[in-house]
């Protein structure tokens, strides 16, 4: 059974402050994708990666970077978090395996409050 | 720039009816459309998908139809149930596994009794 979790459900954090949200999957998959969902404007890609140390920009990556250093965990970073980026944030992974289309898992999601 | 366009944003559909959700998206070279479930406090979870070479795929209750030439997809969910409330996302993608879904914003279904 697939199993992608993430490192905090609640998350309460100042403006400014550094922020790090991790994201752990069991299941050796190569993908790891970062995306932020509000309410009407559905999930929006920040960054993915497809390997460990690699990482492409998604559609909203201003504010945020990234880190995979394992292939199993991918850390999202706010360095100095603002209060638009008050959101739910969802992790996903799935496989990557000659070329065909695995199913996305996602985790439960951090829901983060800055103030 | 949104790529998939969803519709409606909310569904109030009575115990036993018809739910039917719709996207249409514009890039051609999308050829992966799948169907995810939200319910509250979790994350969302692949429901169905479909390829173009088919114009329906049913699983149970869930149906999705496609129309390759007008560009559009939709998702029935037959008998529909107060366990069916939930948050439905449509997306597309191109079919390799490491090119990105593009998510619609999503439709809140209600089943009322």
């Known amino acids: 059974d697939v199993k992608v979790t993430q490192s905090s459900r609640y998350l309460v954090k100042r403006t400014g402050e550094k922020v790090f949200l991790e994201c752990v999957q069991d299941m050796d998959h190569e993908n790891m994708f970062w995306y932020r969902q509000d309410p009407g404007l559905g999930l929006r890609l920040i960054y993915f990666s497809y390997d460990v140390k690699m990482k492409e920009k998604g559609d909203i990556p201003e504010g945020y970077s990234v880190s995979r250093e394992k292939k199993e965990r991918f850390s999202l970073i706010l360095e100095s978090a603002s209060t638009n980026q008050t959101s739910m944030y969802l992790c996903a992974s799935s496989l990557s395996r000659g070329g065909r289309r695995y199913e996305q898992y996602f985790g439960p999601g951090t829901r983060l409050t800055v103030t | 720039q949104q790529q998939v366009k969803q519709s409606p944003q909310s569904l109030i559909v009575q115990k036993g009816g018809i739910s039917i959700i719709n996207c249409a998206y514009e890039?051609?070279?999308?050829?992966?459309f799948p169907w995810y479930q939200q319910f509250p406090g979790k994350g969302p979870a692949l429901l169905i998908a479909i390829r173009p070479d088919v114009s329906e795929k049913k699983e149970g209750r869930f149906t999705i139809s496609f129309n390759k030439s007008a560009k559009q997809f939709s998702l029935h969910i037959m008998d529909s149930q107060p366990g069916d409330s939930a948050t439905y996302f449509c997306?597309?993608?191109?079919?390799?596994?490491?090119?990105?879904?593009?998510f619609g914003k999503g439709t809140r279904l209600s089943v009322i009794a």
């Open positions: 890039n051609t070279a999308f050829d992966y």
């Open positions: 997306a597309a993608s191109g079919y390799a596994g490491n090119t990105p879904l593009v």
